[in-house]
């Protein structure tokens, strides 16, 4: 899935047309830099979790604006650069991150780290909103967006085009709410615990939403993410891919 201009969002101009923007889902990146994973000759053992807890259970935000569960120190750190408009990081989500956090993040041996990656006008609103509550809460909703994302496209096929045409011309402190609105997002996170008047102060935070932008161009600088999901071990880009063929790739770097 491919990236188009989105800086515009948040530089207060119109965002890129909405009609068009869905036209970028199902095309799976193919084009970031990948380089071998790291390899361990013997397999790593397992990291007893603290007293009470798995490790899954240990959340937190990581300096670069992602979102970790799993050992701080594990040996092997995994982050996928994703979207929440994305079709392909949606499969990911519903057929592999359950066995990727139960029997690798699990094991203390794999850290798995998600950080957000804008890649058209439907992502500014819906990470703003992921990320509108509690560190603890941001990838349970993540994960229940990525289930819940063929509804958002369904209403944003079924809504009105004047009505997406308009909200280009709307001010820009104007323009995520109603991106949320018609698109269904409100109502979905309001039906997690985002309130609409939290969910309205999250979606006029300027600061956060260029501050996810500054995120994006980050990544793709110095990991060349063009499209979701990428995947980092250690630090290196391997690229795109499923969940079989990245877990071979955790398997390769120890854990198994």
């Given at each position: 899935?491919?990236?188009?201009?989105?800086r515009?969002?948040?530089?207060?101009?119109a965002?890129?047309p909405?009609?068009?923007?869905?036209a970028?889902c199902g095309k799976?990146?193919t084009?970031?830099?990948s380089t071998?994973a790291?390899?361990?000759?013997?397999a790593?053992a397992?990291?007893a979790p603290?007293?009470?807890?798995?490790?899954?259970?240990v959340?937190e935000?990581t300096?670069e604006?992602g979102?970790?569960?799993g050992?701080?120190?594990a040996?092997i750190?995994l982050?996928?650069?994703g979207?929440?408009?994305c079709?392909?990081c949606?499969?990911?989500?519903?057929?592999?991150?359950?066995?990727?956090?139960?029997?690798?993040?699990?094991s203390?041996?794999?850290?798995?780290?998600l950080?957000f990656?804008m890649?058209?006008?439907?992502?500014?609103?819906?990470?703003l909103?992921a990320?509108?509550g509690s560190?603890e809460a941001v990838?349970?909703?993540?994960?229940?967006?990525?289930?819940?994302?063929?509804?958002?496209f369904e209403?944003?096929?079924?809504a009105?085009k004047?009505?997406l045409?308009?909200?280009?011309?709307?001010?820009?402190e104007q323009?995520l709410?109603?991106i949320?609105e018609v698109s269904?997002?409100?109502e979905?996170?309001?039906?997690?615990g985002?309130?609409?008047?939290?969910?309205?102060?999250c979606?006029?935070?300027?600061?956060?939403?260029?501050?996810?932008?500054?995120?994006t161009?980050?990544?793709?600088?110095d990991f060349?993410?063009t499209?979701t999901?990428?995947?980092l071990?250690?630090?290196?880009s391997v690229?795109?891919?499923?969940?079989e063929?990245?877990?071979?790739?955790?398997?390769?770097a120890g854990?198994?």
């Amino acid at each position: 899935m491919t990236r188009p201009a989105f800086r515009k969002i948040v530089l207060g101009l119109a965002v890129v047309p909405l009609a068009l923007g869905l036209a970028a889902c199902g095309k799976k990146a193919t084009d970031a830099t990948s380089t071998d994973a790291p390899t361990s000759s013997t397999a790593l053992a397992n990291v007893a979790p603290p007293a009470g807890k798995s490790w899954s259970d240990v959340v937190e935000k990581t300096p670069e604006g992602g979102f970790r569960i799993g050992n701080p120190e594990a040996p092997i750190k995994l982050v996928e650069y994703g979207a929440l408009s994305c079709s392909h990081c949606a499969k990911f989500a519903t057929t592999g991150f359950e066995k990727l956090r139960g029997t690798y993040v699990n094991s203390g041996r794999v850290s798995y780290e998600l950080r957000f990656f804008m890649l058209n006008a439907y992502d500014f609103p819906a990470t703003l909103l992921a990320t509108c509550g509690s560190t603890e809460a941001v990838l349970p909703l993540a994960e229940q967006f990525w289930a819940w994302q063929p509804n958002m496209f369904e209403k944003l096929q079924a809504a009105d085009k004047a009505k997406l045409e308009a909200i280009q011309s709307m001010p820009k402190e104007q323009q995520l709410p109603a991106i949320a609105e018609v698109s269904g997002m409100t109502e979905f996170f309001a039906s997690r615990g985002i309130s609409h008047d939290q969910a309205a102060s999250c979606l006029a935070d300027t600061a956060r939403a260029k501050a996810l932008a500054d995120q994006t161009e980050t990544a793709t600088k110095d990991f060349n993410v063009t499209g979701t999901p990428t995947f980092l071990i250690n630090g290196n880009s391997v690229g795109s891919m499923e969940f079989e063929e990245l877990e071979a790739k955790l398997q390769q770097a120890g854990a198994r």
